[in-house]
């Protein structure tokens, strides 16, 4: 079964920092590029970072440039997001997904709650 689990989020005081992690099982993660997505209350889910299937090539929203780092492991089949200086704006549900030619696989969500 394809499986993608994501995990790490939780509550954190502004300025803080997470580690979120994807790890997956299941299908031949080094072929697939790897994305986070993340949804708040009432708004659209939208994409956050992404990274090459072999890691070579990384993105990072405007919004989160700067202060979030997507890497990965392809030996331990996990992706991970590293974020730093974490703001109330960034509270959302955090996705990863998948994405291979036409297949992608979603991950369920881990909350993260940036407050004080």
């Known amino acids: 079964d394809v499986q993608l689990q994501a995990s790490g989020g939780g509550l954190v005081q502004p300025g803080g920092s997470l580690r979120l992690s994807c790890a997956a099982s299941?299908?031949?993660?080094?072929?697939?590029?790897i994305g986070w997505f993340r949804q708040a209350p009432g708004k659209e889910r939208e994409a956050v970072s992404c990274i090459s299937n072999r890691g070579d090539n990384t993105f990072h929203e405007r919004f989160v440039e700067g202060r979030f780092t997507i890497s990965r492991d392809n030996a331990e089949n996990t992706v991970y997001l590293q974020m730093n200086r974490l703001k109330p704006e960034d509270t959302a549900v955090y996705y990863c997904?998948?994405?291979?030619?036409?297949?992608?696989?979603w991950g369920q969500g881990t909350q993260v709650t940036v407050s004080s």
């Open positions: 299941g299908f031949r993660f080094e072929d697939y590029a």
């Open positions: 997904k998948a994405v291979y030619r036409l297949r992608d696989y």
